[in-house]
């Protein structure tokens, strides 16, 4: 039986449909907060179970029975660890025989703040002596979606990169990964540094959006601290907008560049370009 936590999230999704092109629905265990939104999943065959990151207790009946389990990272940052840690101590009493971990790329010297959850949370689960395969992965294309949307009405994509290039790609290009890793045999202790191909920087997403909307678009860069005080002029909540900057002046120094292209091989095709991606978003809004 191979388990995916968080199965409702963007990445948890596509990662059971990943899965159900060579497992039978019947062997997938989606795990996930409320059961109420994953009728979906269910109609498909694929065993829904109820399991909480933050509630110890519900973990240990949604991992029974499990041999490989998918942890998604938690998406509350500063919460993470802890959460993660129910996980992991819950997999380690149900026997499970192969915990792969959603990391973030070069995580042990990576520069960016986001990267230290990560760091504890591999070592949490080295500890634990649990047979462990890390996803490392960088970027999503789709963490650009809401720039692009106010780009498309201001003609600018703000950002504090500089000519940082980012090996970023697509959604389900990391969760083919993920697919991949549960479904093939030797992954243990294996560490796969995933991004895509084709790396870019900030004035060529611009100048990709621009070509493919028809809009005028340009990348202008600021200052870390100056980006910060802009995304919170914006709205953007303080403790946010640090990380966003942040990780943009991490980029800057390669924390999300990775040119060699493990991603591809575990997919076993070219990651999905960034204009297609970028034009798939674009025909979605018209």
Known sequence: MIAVTGANGQLGSLVIQALMNTVPAGEIVAIVRDTAKAEKLRASGVQVRQGDYGQADSLGS????IDKLLLISSSEVGQRLEQHRNVIEAAKKAGV????YTSILHADTSPLLL???HVETERLIRDSGIPFTFLRNGWYIENYFPAISTALETGK????AG???FSAASRADFAA???AVLTTKEQEGQIHELGGDQAFTLSELAASVSELSGKSVSYV???EPDYKNMLISFGVPPGFAHMLAQSDSGAAQGGLYEPGRQLSRLIQRPT???QTVLKAYLSSQT
């Open 62 to 65: 949604a991992l029974e029975g």
């Open 97 to 100: 025989a192969l915990l792969a």
């Open 221 to 223: 860069n600021f200052s």
């Open 163 to 165: 000519d940082a290039k």
């Open 177 to 179: 990964a993920a697919a």
């Open 157 to 160: 994509v703000l950002g504090a």
């Open 115 to 117: 990267a230290k959850e």
């Open 272 to 274: 999905t370009a960034l």
